[in-house]
């Protein structure tokens, strides 16, 4: 009889420590969340191509993307700088801001200065070091703030982290 409350306190112990030595999963970080952190930071352009042809006149352009995730509106605004010398005309306004993609668009697509007549819609991949985006302009490019000579066409960046 002994023998028997022994084993049950022991299975009692045993369980009570497996329920408590077990604790529950947090939720997984939102998309928006996950890719936020990838592409927040400066990014130095490594190439720039525009309808395949290289473009060597953006090697001192810099892209600094920043913002605060916020829960309540995940697919943002986000906040971007250029840097550094924009041939004139570019493809790239000195500043602005850019949302997320709708759900599970959010890992490849953003959407640039959305709402205003300068909306791009701009393809990324990112593993975290190194940044490709691609779009197309249909219109004027600009230099400082206002708009200037045409760019229109396909245009591939890619960028390293700094």
Do not use: H
């Amino acid at each position: 009889m002994r023998f028997i409350k022994k084993s049950g306190l022991l299975l009692i112990l045993a369980a009570v420590m497996l329920a408590t030595s077990c604790k529950k999963d947090d939720a997984p970080d939102p998309t928006e969340k996950v890719q936020l952190d990838k592409l927040s930071g400066t990014w130095s352009v490594s190439s720039a191509e525009l309808d395949g042809t290289n473009r060597d006149d953006f090697s001192t352009m810099k892209l600094v993307i920043s913002g605060t995730f916020n829960s309540s509106t995940p697919e943002g605004p986000y906040q971007y700088v250029v840097n550094g010398t924009r041939p004139n005309p570019s493809p790239w306004p000195a500043s602005g801001s850019w949302i997320f993609g709708d759900g599970e668009a959010a890992k490849s697509i953003i959407i640039r200065d959305a709402g205003s007549v300068d909306e791009v819609q701009m393809t990324y991949s990112t593993d975290g070091t190194t940044l490709t985006v691609s779009f197309n302009v249909t219109g004027a490019g600009w230099t400082g703030s206002a708009r200037t000579e045409q760019v229109e066409g396909d245009w591939v960046f890619e960028f390293t982290l700094d």
